[in-house]
């Protein structure tokens, strides 16, 4: 019987890796960045003092050593990869962290009578097989005007990561040879779109490893839409990261069973949603109709690529074409996203050689993962 691969954890059990590691050497900047996270979603530091937590996917623990620094009264943290959980515990008990709890589970397994009063999904639930079913599932385990956090990835924000996974594509069009060998081509060519990056982070590899060489063929993403349409029954839309709603309405009008916080959010985001594509500028609001058709039409990218890497080269053309249908649709507002766009493409077109000397792509990126926080209404 065919063995039933789980995304990230099969990947990751599979090579002994757990890519998703954090630079805390300078411990003082990386509580301000998680710090200003928090804050962002609405989350003071002293809302987390003595508060029940319940942390899905930490990784290697290095972004859970700022929420235990809080003191929150109890700390769960559920994951299913064996190497991620041990460095997970060794890091909290490394900072002499108590009241933390360490569970070895796959996310759709995990089952607990308890309710948390703060529930954390970040970077876990985008790239699954069934994300809305991932999604349900651990929101469930909110109390009351608790408060539940994920991220988000969608086609637009992800759209550069999407071109940077077809470099793979192309270099190794029959799939990936030993991680080693496949970090040596990926290596040169992608480094220098990183260094652009000036709060990067991660090392190299592992962002590299988790999100070039991972398989995602079969998976899907995930958009705030998506997770505000799934939840809405059962919570409100609260803050986010990046911000983009505004609601000027009076507080003394927002009454009755439903507020309209969740239709406020959809309505901001289709509104701003281009600001999502390049994360070099900020854009003022667009229409309604302009954002559901990017949204759309980026949505395409996404399918073309998994069509791709599950060995369908027939689809390279329709790819070139979207991309370039793309860079018509931007250019107005954002040319030099639309030159990166058709510099890319043309990349790709040429074998991604490393010696070509590229002016644009390199430089552009999406905002990659939304954070969105929500309050539950009905547990």
Known sequence: MERKSHAFVTFYSDNNVSPVSQDITDLSQHFQRRESLFRSLGILPISVHNASVLEFGPGSGHNAVYTASL???????????????ERTQRILENFKYKNFRVIDSLFEDYVSSDKFDIVWAEACIPQQSNPILVLKHLSKFTRLSGIFVCTAINSISYLSETIRRLIFSILLPDGSDSIHYTLDLLRPRLSPHLLNLKGMSRPIDDWIIDNIIQPLQDRQ?????????????????YSSSPKFITDWRWYKEILGQDRGFNDNALACYY????????????????STAFGKDLEAICSDSWELMTQIQQGNSSKWQAIFDLLAEIASVVEPVTPNTALAIREASEWLQDGVSVERELQY???????????????CKSA
């Open 271 to 286: 509104r701003n949603n281009l600001n999502l594509i390049d994360y070099r500028y900020v854009f003022d609001a667009h």
């Open 221 to 237: 993403l995930l958009s705030f839409p998506e997770i505000i349409e799934a939840l809405s029954d059962s919570f409100d839309f």
């Open 361 to 375: 792509f390199p430089r552009w990126w999406g905002r990659g993962q939304q954070y969105v926080s929500l309050i």
């Open 71 to 85: 003191e929150p009264s109890r700390y769960s943290l559920v994951d299913g990869n064996p190497l991620g959980l």
